[in-house]
């Protein structure tokens, strides 16, 4: 376990406050009603809604536009007079989910390539800004930064609103993704210096997000010192990538991740390089003797759309799993979860879930009389995200706390009729987005209740490092010898033991796992090679 704490000092917080509120009050952009605020970069100004401070579209590093396509990202240009800060950026380049259908499709479990999707409309490759929810008067209050998975930071599901008006200062980020946050090829590679990271543009880009925070968070009321992470799915991937990313290390004082696949093998450099060599010749392309420039000169959605994590040996130096296995992980205060239906994020075949786990752990399964689909989205549930949670708490339980949960409520209509809290069905309630996301929906004093838990122990978190939720009992921290977790459902209760056999039996074949992501990589790489 590493023992590197990313507290500062408060007396250094407070002097870059003071410096930041300087500034904010001598610039020309200046004025008392907190809409006015001066960055490193400029004056910017936002506007009131919903009771609270909002400023969108900010700019944390420089457009990753020609040159700069596959670049590590550069710091935002400067600008002169104030910056209209009232409307949202463009969601980064992504693909049209509902043209996926037309185009062609390169499969391995769990690892997709779409090729002639065209890109959705109104996302952009000049994307990399960042949207702040502050609290009206807000001074050094908690700061979270949301890891969103694929998406744009403008989705109304996480509106800051809520966690502003409860005193948090809220941060979502829009950054490369899928290819153009994924993406190696010989040519990018020997351009690169010496030492610069390869590959990984999207997790660089929410490092420059973390860096401008740090720098420029306590002109808008927040702490620099007290910033907390926290993502789902992807997003909660992306998470546990930066708990072990040593180049992170002192940007983010906690963390959140919810349904984070935590065991992998992910992509080698070379395998990436191979990727991005087939995915060229695709586009038209000489392959792998493609040049830097060529690449740079095609339209940004002619390329395939593909998303996955590799390891370049310079900014990540090993992959997540290995390095949480030797103890190479952040010290801050973490809480980690999943859903007990989260098993619904499965993109591959049912009975192969079955087929590919060994009969020890099958049998761990048997009390539960679970057989068929059932027993496949109970295993996949488990090996994904369950049992990887439970393990990563108890490498991190002689550091700061972790605090594990399962969160399994269901709205009074879907009862008996699911399997469980589905992947993603946390979100709302975390962030309390209810009548934004869903204006329609008509929520009970049960929803309203859960949604209750569920912001309280998040803002908590954030504000204190341990979790407090309304209508819960108290959360204990997780040690492999107590082994106790929140489950955040209809009834809050903390939960011993919970469901021990399975989870240990998931947690034996843990390699298992690790080898199956493996052999689909190589599945992918042979079959485009």
Known sequence: MTTEHTHKPRG????????????????????SDGL?????????????ADGVRVFKGIPYAAAPVGALRWKPPQPAATWAGERDATR????????????????????ASGYDIFSNV???????????????????????????????????????????????????????????????????????TKEAKSGDPLGRFQTMDQIAALKWVKQNIAAFGGDPGNVTIFGESAGGASTIQLLTIPSARGLFDKAIVQSGNGWNSPFTQAEMETVGSWMASEAGLPGKDATADQLRALPADKLPWFGAYSIDG???????????????????????????FDG????????????????????????EGKTGDDLAYALYTDSHVGAPARWIAARTEDGAPTYLYLFSYVRAPNRGKVRGAAHGDDVSYVFD?????????????????????MHSCWVT????????????PDWPRYTRADDRLMELGLKPQVLKNFRKAQLDAQEAAMQDVIDETRKSVEELVGRIR
């Open 433 to 453: 987005t209810w009548s934004k996301s869903y204006p329609t929906l008509q929520l009970s004093d049960e929803d309203r209740a859960a949604t209750r838990l």
């Open 314 to 340: 310079r900014m990540q130096p090993e992959n997540s799993t290995e390095a949480m296995a030797k103890g190479r992980i952040a010290d801050v205060p973490l809480m980690i979860g999943w859903t007990d």
């Open 118 to 188: 065209p890109a959705a409309a109104g996302t952009s490759e000049d994307c990399l800004n960042l949207n702040i929810w502050t609290p009206a008067n807000a001074k050094r209050a908690a700061v979270m930064v949301w890891l969103q998975p694929i998406g744009p930071g403008s989705n109304p599901v996480w509106d800051g609103s809520a966690f502003a008006r409860d005193g948090v200062v809220l941060v979502t980020i829009d950054y490369r993704q899928l290819t153009l946050g994924n993406f190696a090829h010989p040519a990018l």
């Open 344 to 367: 619904s994020s499965l993109r591959y075949g049912l009975q192969a879930v079955i087929d590919r786990t060994r009969d020890s752990v099958k049998a761990a399964y048997a009390s």
């Open 12 to 31: 250094i917080a407070i002097l870059a406050g003071v410096l930041a509120l300087a500034a904010c009050t001598s610039g020309p952009a200046a004025t």
């Open 461 to 472: 978190f954030a504000k204190t490092g341990k979790p407090q939720c309304e209508g819960a």
């Open 36 to 48: 006015h605020v001066q960055t490193k970069q400029g004056a910017v100004a936002g506007a009131m």
């Open 88 to 107: 949202f950026g463009p969601a980064c380049l992504s693909f049209d989910f509902a043209k996926m259908a037309q185009g062609k499709r390169e499969s």
